[in-house]
């Protein structure tokens, strides 16, 4: 029953799968995304790290093994590295608290802060208590967007003009 479940998890939150939200935010954003935390503080940062928060938000939520969730991820970034012909970061798996987990470090603190929002928000969470939660956690841990990218202004606050579902495929 338990495989069954993660299963159908990873059929909506997999790679390229309906919840996946980064391919639509790469599509858009060009790499570089801006979060806030409280008092207007933003950052640049890479296009997938709100995925990897919705990533880890969602799995807790659907209460998925922490440690599995992190090892799947590892393997689907070596492996995802592999296929495109990348050369293979074996360092990540040093670069992460355990060296099982062998994703982005910069991902991995950003699925890590999913998981921690669904432990603290079992009920949903508010838009001001993700601020709360970007602002102490800090934005220079998360992946930052990739060298090709240019910021077109500093990073700043804006209307959100995106509705749940926009990126979903």
């Known amino acids: 029953m338990m495989a069954s479940a993660y299963l159908q998890f990873l059929g909506l939150e997999g790679p390229e799968r309906e919840w996946d939200i980064k391919v639509g935010m790469e599509n858009l954003a060009e790499g570089g995304i801006i979060l806030c935390g409280m008092m207007g503080y933003c ?3 890479d296009y997938s790290t709100a995925g990897n928060i919705h990533f880890g938000y969602v799995a807790g939520r659907a209460k998925m093994n922490e440690l599995f969730a992190g090892v799947v991820g590892g393997a689907l970034e070596l492996f995802e590295q592999a296929l495109e012909g990348e050369e293979v970061q074996w360092s990540n798996c040093r670069s992460n608290s355990m060296p099982i987990l062998c994703d982005n470090p910069g991902d991995q603190v950003a699925v890590d802060l999913g998981f921690q929002l669904a432990r603290e928000y079992p009920g949903g969470i508010k838009p001001y208590q993700l601020h709360l939660a ?17 910021e077109p202004f500093p990073a700043r606050p804006e209307k959100n003009m995106y509705g749940p579902d926009d990126f979903n495929n």
């Open 43 to 45: 950052s640049w940062v």
């Open 134 to 150: 970007l602002h102490v956690h800090g934005f220079t841990r998360f992946q930052k967007p990739p060298a090709r990218f240019i």
